[in-house]
């Protein structure tokens, strides 16, 4: 009674980070009007993760709310995509118009002599598309205030959630809401069905697992985390660690241990890399990120 328990709060706990898990990044990317720190390829395979994931429970037939949850980080990861495309193309945009008006301030003549006034004018241009530009040292968190407000709120959701794991009948195992002692709904699927659910399943732990490393190898071409929101991926330890958590405590039994092994491995295999994305941004916390040219934001 006391491991259900405990497994059923690490459930809920481990479902509250994930349904938090991107907010700091969404803010991050709002508040600097650039998703620089972000990989591409690791929010298009973690979207890929998260479909294989939402097919292979339909497929197994596994309770609605694991459907939904997925499909909500689906969405969420897509807003993502829209702040990359949004803030990349308005920086073309800016670029190709600063580009422009350095062409129509140029001299006729490479042999023309420029005069002082047009070495002025040049001047004040390039010094407001500077102060036009986004400060690419704005830190994780704009001040202290958003933090705070953040961490109460994160807080709340937290506690809230805890509280309805104490006084609810309703567990979660295994990362899967159940009600009494099925983990599953009561509607089994056809051993090809549920072979192909399992497949889909773990092809999603490896896709979790893979989308890491498009980001960490981000990290270290520029050298630096910035624009890369921290609390994102300490969410993610968090969740993996108690998701991990409330399979354990539910049952060390080998035909548990079975069912969970593509969800626990992908906790697992993604709470490691998380671990040296934090490491990075204890590596490069003093490191003046490196400006590529094949990149624009």
Same mark, same amino acid.
């Given at each position: =009674?006391?491991?259900?328990?405990?497994?059923?709060?690490?459930?809920?706990?481990?479902?509250?980070?994930?349904?938090?898990?991107?907010?700091?990044?969404?803010?991050?990317?709002?508040?600097?009007?650039?998703?620089?720190?972000?990989?591409?390829?690791?929010?298009?395979?973690?979207?890929?993760?998260?479909?294989?994931?939402?097919?292979?429970?339909?497929?197994?037939?596994?309770?609605?709310?694991?459907?939904?949850?997925?499909?909500?980080?689906?969405?969420?990861?897509?807003?993502?995509?829209?702040? =990359?495309?949004?803030?990349?193309?308005?920086?073309?945009?800016?670029?190709?118009?600063?580009?422009?008006?350095?062409?129509?301030?140029?001299?006729?003549?490479?042999?023309?002599?420029?005069?002082?006034?047009?070495?002025?004018?040049?001047?004040?241009?390039?010094?407001?598309?500077?102060?036009?530009?986004?400060?690419? &040292?704005?830190?994780?968190?704009?001040?202290?205030?958003?933090?705070?407000?953040?961490?109460?709120?994160?807080?709340?959701?937290?506690?809230?959630?805890?509280?309805?794991?104490?006084?609810?009948?309703?567990?979660?195992?295994?990362?899967?809401?159940?009600?009494?002692?099925?983990?599953?709904?009561?509607?089994?699927?056809?051993?090809?069905?549920?072979?192909?659910?399992?497949?889909?399943?773990?092809?999603?732990?490896?896709?979790?697992?893979?989308?890491?490393?498009?980001?960490?190898?981000?990290?270290? &071409?520029?050298?630096?985390?910035?624009?890369?929101?921290?609390? =994102?991926?300490?969410?993610?330890?968090?969740?993996?660690?108690?998701?991990?958590?409330?399979?354990?405590?539910?049952?060390?039994?080998?035909?548990?241990?079975?069912?969970?092994?593509?969800?626990?491995?992908?906790?697992?295999?993604?709470?490691?890399?998380?671990?040296?994305?934090?490491?990075?941004?204890?590596?490069?916390?003093?490191?003046?990120?490196?400006?590529?040219?094949?990149?624009?934001?």
């Amino acid at each position: =009674m006391i491991t259900t328990l405990a497994s059923s709060i690490a459930g809920y706990i481990s479902v509250g980070c994930w349904l938090v898990v991107f907010t700091p990044q969404l803010y991050e990317n709002y508040q600097r009007k650039s998703t620089q720190g972000l990989s591409l390829h690791f929010i298009l395979i973690w979207l890929l993760a998260d479909v294989f994931s939402v097919a292979g429970a339909i497929i197994n037939h596994l309770l609605w709310t694991i459907i939904v949850l997925g499909i909500y980080y689906a969405v969420v990861e897509v807003i993502l995509l829209g702040q =990359m495309y949004l803030y990349r193309t308005a920086k073309v945009a800016h670029s190709a118009s600063a580009n422009e008006q350095e062409v129509n301030i140029s001299p006729p003549s490479p042999s023309s002599q420029i005069s002082p006034f047009s070495n002025a004018v040049a001047s004040a241009l390039v010094a407001g598309d500077a102060e036009a530009t986004p400060n690419e &040292r704005t830190p994780l968190i704009s001040s202290s205030t958003d933090t705070t407000k953040l961490f109460a709120l994160t807080s709340f959701a937290l506690i809230s959630i805890w509280s309805r794991a104490a006084s609810n009948p309703s567990v979660i195992r295994g990362g899967r809401i159940v009600t009494g002692t099925s983990s599953v709904s009561s509607l089994s699927p056809a051993p090809e069905m549920a072979r192909l659910g399992d497949i889909l399943g773990y092809l999603s732990a490896a896709l979790y697992i893979g989308a890491r490393i498009p980001q960490i190898y981000h990290n270290f &071409r520029h050298k630096s985390c910035e624009g890369l929101s921290m609390l =994102m991926f300490v969410f993610c330890v968090l969740g993996n660690t108690t998701f991990c958590l409330s399979i354990l405590l539910q049952s060390t039994l080998p035909e548990w241990l079975y069912v969970n092994i593509p969800w626990f491995l992908g906790s697992a295999g993604t709470m490691v890399l998380d671990f040296v994305v934090l490491f990075q941004f204890y590596v490069y916390r003093h490191a003046s990120p490196l400006r590529l040219p094949d990149e624009t934001v």
